[in-house]
């Protein structure tokens, strides 16, 4: 569950060390509720009372006039969140074209990406083309399928067209159930994560889903076996012997972390479904933000910096990734931070 009720590491008041940040951005195309999922988030974790609304103008991402006349983002925000002791940097990325300049700007400052997907729509070449941009630095990468709950959402076909976009390391973590969507069925754990009441609760799947959930599983226990690093595991589950939730999962965050692995997830912002099993993948599954640097040297070709050679060798502190300027009352309105490790921490 949420942990709703302290600041990630140390006390109150003080910066939290840099293994306890993730700096993750959401990209995908305009409407696919990116700024929504960042409102549900926010709620989930007791950041905000409750989700504000974008034909109200009242999302904590687009609080700009332009976006709140256009209900569309065109600014990277950031949107700080705290699970289990963990913060993580929400970079709410513009979805048009128009607009790729922040988007990248995202990029740049964060560990991991997050690539918002419509149940109701396809996948766009921009999306495509960034995924590409991601592959080419390494980063960590995870797919959310949204707007589960909509009466027009295809979870499979959707599924599909992510598999052929992104590739055969692209497998869901979570079946989503009913009809319209009420729960998640944990594929690893084989539990039944029902919403229908508001908050949480755990089941046993019904009888009628347990043929698709035994497919989806066996393509995702693969799939993360493939990945691993014990040779001898998938020689042991071909056999028919049953391998340990626990060693299942190390060796899925692993290969998440490495960029080898990409976890696909379902989630209804205003149905709150899937925004804990979201907080658990962004808080235990990506790499902590000193992999930064490794983007930033890879994408920028060059980091400015201090001219001393003791600093040009020691591990990247921080990073501002991008400034927001009024043209009309001409002073600074946010900045996004990255601070991969400190600058006591030893090279990775």
């Known amino acids: 569950m949420a942990d709703k009720s302290s600041g990630a590491g140390g006390a109150a008041g003080r910066a939290p060390a840099a293994d306890q940040v993730r700096n993750v951005v959401l990209v995908g195309h305009s409407g696919t509720g990116k700024s929504s999922l960042v409102e549900a988030l926010l709620a989930a974790t007791g950041t905000i009372q409750r989700p504000g609304s974008i034909e109200e103008g009242t999302t904590v991402s687009d609080f700009d006039e332009t976006e709140v006349r256009q209900q569309r983002s065109v600014n990277l925000t950031l949107a700080p969140i705290i699970h289990n002791g963990i913060k993580v940097n929400l970079l709410d990325t513009p979805g048009y074209a128009d607009f790729t300049g922040d988007l990248r700007a995202g990029l740049r400052a964060a560990d991991s990406a997050l690539f918002a997907v419509s149940a109701t729509d396809g996948i766009d070449g921009v999306t495509r083309m960034l995924w590409e941009e991601c592959a080419a630095v390494g980063m960590p990468r995870a797919v959310v399928i949204t707007k589960i709950d909509h009466q027009r959402a295809e979870f499979q076909a959707t599924l599909d067209a ?49 043929e698709r959930m035994t497919d989806l599983r066996g393509e995702l226990i693969e799939g993360v076996i493939t990945e691993s690093e014990d040779e001898s595991l998938m020689d042991r589950y071909l056999s028919g012997e049953e391998i340990d939730p626990k060693v299942l999962i190390e060796d899925l965050e692993k290969a998440v972390a490495q960029g080898s692995f990409y976890p696909v997830l379902v989630a209804s912002a205003p149905q709150k479904i899937g925004m804990l099993e979201l907080l658990e993948v962004m808080t235990e599954a990506v790499v902590v933000a000193r ?58």
Do not use: H
């Open 291 to 348: 992999r930064c640097g490794v983007a930033l040297e890879k994408v920028s070709g060059t980091i400015s910096g201090s001219a001393s050679g003791t600093a040009r060798n020691a591990p990247l502190a921080i990073v501002r990734s991008g400034t927001l300027r009024s043209a009309f009352m001409n002073q600074l309105a946010t900045s996004t931070w990255c601070a991969p490790q400190s600058a006591t921490s030893p090279p990775p």
């Open 162 to 210: 992510c598999r052929e976009a992104f590739g055969d390391a692209v497998a869901p973590l979570y079946l989503p159930v009913g009809e319209p969507v009420t729960g998640l069925i944990g594929l690893l754990s084989q539990k039944l994560y029902s919403y229908s009441g508001g908050e949480r609760s755990e089941g046993a799947p019904a009888a009628a889903d347990e």
